[in-house]
């Protein structure tokens, strides 16, 4: 596919797309699947880049994977897993977040492991300090080198009581990926509790490990000696639902979501219905419209599970472009996430940050001169203009943006969505939007 789409804007996207399971989740849950003795069974796999590059991380160590990409269903089978050469391992340097949650599992496995310098959006500074602590705490040695890092066990793995600083989302599954082996009582404190982290622990509870969530954030894990494969059906996607909502929303448009679910986005609709927007929830999946009349300014804060998620704040903030009034976004997960509103603001948005905590509570990054506020005035209509996909989620903004502006635009470096949109070129004809590839 090329990497260049003319985008012709102002027509509501309107019709029906289907969302498959997490991002967030799937790779993750693939990672786990190296503990097993036996082969696993994942369902309600997408096809998007992310889940590619874990296949061929898992690959590098022997692990056989089978797809049936279509159906979604990857068969994963670790029993002749091996340690890959450091070279071919860092051919994929730089190609995602998740090969620092191949550091516990291959552990277990190998006694070592070689983990690439780390990809992913660039959003923040995104250190694996917690990571590393993480991993040191259960008595791994670890070795920081040129083009990566070293990490090897001298002895089994030992149960420890961690209590991290902010409740990381990577963190948190490194810990559990990494107890769940582990001789002894493992306890995390403030950890992370996002619904894709609950269902990895589904995963892991299917193979055999011991794991309580207790109230305030603790996790407890009681080691076990052996795990064996699982069959799960991933959760769905809420961040790529949530985009689609949002895009709906902006273009004045109707779009049902099929496989959305309720439960993990009840922080999202609640922000939907007060900016104005209206949906309709069923068994299948969630209809999320542009009722007419004037969108509402709002208030907005993200946060960890259950708040308001980061990564749907970038889609939303280009409805908040067509809200009536100044609406404050004041972003706590990530240091550096407005750095997509510079091309909104070459459309004709009206949107200023700030380095000050604005709107809510003061978080981490007031102090730190980070701009993580952004004040947006509107409704301002925006105007078709030549743009570049910044990171994932920036990316998928700027096609909204794009499908909402008058006249043509050109989204360049569209191939970064892939990442972690399923088919979005397919999708968006679906829903009736105007565009050419180059
Ligand atoms: N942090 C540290 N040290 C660490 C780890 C994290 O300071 O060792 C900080 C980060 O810099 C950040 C905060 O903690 O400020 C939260 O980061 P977290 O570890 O929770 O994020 P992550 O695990 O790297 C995952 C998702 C992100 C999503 C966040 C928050 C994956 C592969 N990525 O990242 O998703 O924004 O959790 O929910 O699961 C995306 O899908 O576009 C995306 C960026």
């Known amino acids: 596919m090329t990497d260049l789409l003319y985008v012709h804007g102002g027509t509501p996207l309107s019709g029906e797309i289907t969302v498959r399971g ?66 071919d391992i860092d051919a994929h340097a730089g190609s995602s977040r998740i090969p620092i949650l191949f550091c516990g599992p291959l552990l277990h496995r190998l006694g070592e492991a070689f983990i690439p310098d780390l990809g992913g959006c660039r959003i923040g500074d995104r250190p694996i300090n917690y990571h590393l602590d993480i991993l040191r705490q259960f008595g791994a040695v670890v070795d920081k080198r040129e083009n990566g890092i070293h990490i090897r066990a001298p002895r089994r793995l030992q149960g420890t009581k961690i209590t991290l600083p902010y409740p990381s989302v990577g963190a948190t599954e490194q810990l559990l990926l990494t107890a769940v082996r582990a ?81 993990e986005m009840t922080a999202f609709l609640n922000t939907f219905r007060k900016v104005g927007g209206e949906f309709a929830i069923d068994d299948e999946g969630i209809r999320f419209f542009h009722p007419g009349g004037d969108l509402s300014s709002i208030v907005l804060e993200t946060d960890v599970h259950p708040g308001f998620m980061t990564d749907w704040q970038q889609p939303l903030v280009v409805a908040l472009t067509q809200a009536k009034g100044l609406s404050i976004v004041h972003e706590t997960v990530y240091e550096n996430r407005f750095g997509f509103t510079d ?23 007031g102090q730190r001169n980070f701009s993580h506020s952004a004040v947006i005035s509107g409704p301002t209509p925006l105007t078709a203009a030549d743009i570049e996909v910044p990171d994932l989620r920036g990316g998928f903004s700027h096609l909204i943006a794009a499908l909402t502006a008058q006249g043509t635009s050109a989204v ?27």
Not at 39 to 68: C, F, K, M, W, Y
Not at 195 to 207: A, T, W
Not at 244 to 258: C, F, K, Q
């Open 412 to 438: 360049r470096g569209i191939s970064l969505i892939d990442r972690g949109y399923e088919n979005f070129t397919a999708k968006l004809e679906a829903l009736g939007a105007k565009f050419d590839r180059d």
């Open 343 to 365: 091309a909104l603001r070459g459309m004709g948005a009206t949107i200023q940050v700030y380095k000050e905590c604005l709107g809510g509570r003061p978080c981490r990054f």
């Open 183 to 263: 001789e002894g009582m493992t306890e995390l404190t403030n950890a992370a509790i996002e619904p894709e982290i609950m269902d990895l622990i589904n995963v892991l509870q299917k193979m055999g490990a011991i794991i309580s969530v207790d109230t305030d954030r603790v996790i407890r894990i009681e080691g076990v000696d052996r795990l064996v494969g699982f069959q799960h059906t991933a959760l769905a996607d809420r961040i790529e639902a949530a985009s689609w909502a949002s895009a709906a929303l902006a273009t004045g448009g109707d779009v049902y979501v099929r496989g959305a679910t309720q439960p």
């Open 22 to 87: 997490a991002k967030n989740f799937v790779s993750k849950a693939m990672v786990a699947s190296l503990l097993g003795e036996t082969p696993s069974e994942l369902r309600n796999v997408p096809q998007i880049r992310d889940v590619g590059v874990v296949t061929g991380l898992l690959e590098l160590h022997g692990v056989r994977v089978d797809a049936d990409a279509e159906g979604g269903v990857l068969r994963l089978d670790p029993t002749d897993v091996e340690s890959a050469h450091v070279a």
